[in-house]
């Protein structure tokens, strides 16, 4: 029998749709504790200031004690799936499928402890695979990487061991003629070891696009702490590391006034997951790097 306490509680709480007297299913339910348990559906109502109508689906999954567990789904506001993503204890962990608006697999792989682990592909939006890597447990390039271009052909091919490129790297223009061949000695190139090579075939005419500089910099947030737990940042000079609340690197390289000047800031989304590294120069945006653990 509900106390007059619980049932005040269910009236008051929109979030709780649903709750079984048996226990057996419940829908957006919360515990007498506050906190989230059992199977929650969130949509657009629950998401106010987004692209989402109201009654339209933007989420779901399972909580426990408050943490989301298992399989989650995301949405984009066209109905396609955003994301398939795991949790374990609130964060990803295991196999992970982000994609594109359009539908078509953005990345995939497995995610655990914050970092990439196995194969892992990411895709053009055209469906073609952009990169072929691969992680040991630690979370670090380990044998055969592969770059692909739009059209599907191979840009560059080779080994990494401990998160270096190792042994012979080769490189191909976008026809598939070999454009270059590199030895790597603990991510060192042998300079000595160096071949180019001439296209034989006829290469793809692409439209020339300008890419005008950007100004924007890049500050410390309110939420960034120093490696020195529960310490925060007041006015950073020279160089420095910054994490985020889940103890993620955010930033890492050489600051003046709090600004980035020189170095690298790591973008991750609402799940934890690495999705950009961004270059800085002279406080300037210069593009994005390679993402690597």
């Not at 223009?173 to 300079?191: L, R």
């Not at 410390?220 to 420095?240: I, R």
């Not at 997951?273 to 120069?281: C, D, N, P, Q």
Request: hydrophobic residues 30%.
């Amino acid at each position: 029998m509900l106390t007059p306490l619980l049932i005040l509680f269910l009236s008051i709480n929109t979030n709780a749709q649903t709750f079984e007297l048996n226990g057996k299913d419940t829908l957006n339910y919360v515990d007498v504790n506050g906190r989230k348990q059992g199977k929650w559906v969130l949509y657009g109502k629950h998401k106010p200031n987004t692209c989402y109508s109201i009654n339209q689906k933007a989420e779901e999954g399972s909580y426990k004690e408050n943490r989301k567990t298992g399989l989650w789904l995301e949405y984009y506001c066209n109905n396609n799936v955003k994301s398939k993503v795991n949790f374990n204890n609130g964060r990803a962990d295991g196999h992970a499928v982000l994609y594109f608006e359009n539908g078509k697999v953005q990345e995939e792989g497995e995610w655990k402890g914050n970092k990439w682990v196995g194969a892992l592909k990411q895709y053009y939006d055209n469906g073609q695979v952009q990169h072929e890597f691969n992680y040991s447990q630690t979370g670090k390039r380990e044998g055969e990487q592969v770059y692909h271009y739009e059209n599907g052909q191979v840009a560059v091919k080779g080994n990494f061991t401990n998160g270096k490129e190792t042994g012979v790297i080769n490189e191909y223009y976008e026809n598939g003629d070999k454009k270059a061949e590199k030895t790597f000695n603990n991510g060192d190139v042998d300079v000595a070891s160096i071949k180019t090579f001439d296209a034989k075939k006829e290469l793809p005419k692409h439209t020339e696009i300008v890419k005008q500089e950007t100004t924007v910099k890049t500050t410390v947030s309110k939420d960034e702490t120093l490696a020195t737990v529960g310490k925060a940042p007041t006015v950073l000079n020279g160089h420095h590391v910054l994490y985020n609340k889940d103890k993620q690197v955010t930033k890492d390289g050489d600051f003046v006034n709090n600004v980035l000047m020189s170095g690298k800031a790591f973008i991750y989304n609402e799940n934890g997951i690495l999705t950009r590294v961004a270059i800085y120069k002279n406080g300037i945006y210069q593009g994005d790097g390679v993402i690597e653990k």
